[in-house]
């Protein structure tokens, strides 16, 4: 299996500010996603992120308030900027490999804005 | 990407086999169905993944008619750590997973 590794597990921050999330795979991977979880619901895909190119975002997401960095194999980062209280969420970073038939997610950052 | 629809939520006690059925009837001929189990505080986690027929592993079992249109997983002899959120999935591509709303499973004592 892939080992991902986020940081900050968790986080509170104040409105207005932005927090980068890192997500570190233990090997190199095809694919990586970054989610979205509010509490009590369903996972939603934010975006794909592409090494070496810019982000493939879903509707209703976009690169200024979700930028997104993928400058290898193995790591990436997601940033989420000018927060307000609906921010409040759990981010997770997933991956895939050609080898595996599943996608392997991270542990989550729990983010909390005041 | 098929649609899949599944309870919202279950409730059962410690030792029964618990049956969590997924319909998706516009299923394509490539799709698998895949199931993801997910804890509090936890990332989704693969739990089993099939075709057609039937599929075991240590986990689980996966029940798939001929006609593909529904699937039921399978949990024998539950206990209360097999409380979490399962997600049942129709699509040929394990990378970009679009989650739907998943089945909460509650085990009591």
């Known amino acids: 299996s892939a080992v991902i590794s986020q940081k900050p597990s968790r986080d509170i921050c104040q409105r207005g500010t932005s927090l980068t999330i890192q997500c570190q795979v233990d090997s190199q991977v095809t694919m990586m996603f970054w989610y979205r979880q509010q509490p009590g619901q369903s996972l939603t895909l934010i975006a794909t992120?592409?090494?070496?190119?810019?982000?493939?975002?879903e509707s209703g997401f976009v690169i200024d308030k979700f930028p997104i960095s993928r400058p290898n194999l193995t790591f990436s980062t997601l940033t989420v900027s000018n927060m307000s209280p609906e921010d409040s969420s759990i981010y997770l970073c997933?991956?895939?490999?050609?080898?595996?038939?599943?996608?392997?997610f991270g542990q989550g950052t729990r983010l909390t804005v005041v | 990407l098929a649609k899949t629809t599944q309870p919202i939520s279950m409730d059962s006690y410690e030792g029964q086999e618990v049956n969590i059925t997924c319909s998706h009837n516009n299923i394509a001929t490539n799709d698998y169905i895949t199931w993801y189990q997910q804890f509090p505080s936890q990332g989704p986690r693969f739990i089993i993944q099939g075709y057609k027929t039937k599929v075991t592993n240590e986990v689980a079992s996966l029940f798939i008619p001929a006609d593909r249109k529904s699937s039921t997983l399978s949990l024998p002899r539950v206990s209360l750590s097999d409380t979490a959120v399962y997600y049942c999935l129709a699509d040929s591509s394990a990378s970009k997973i679009i989650f739907g709303s998943g089945t909460r499973l509650s085990i009591r004592p």
């Open positions: 992120a592409n090494q070496g190119s810019e982000a493939t975002y």
């Open positions: 997933s991956v895939t490999r050609d080898r595996d038939k599943q996608a392997f």
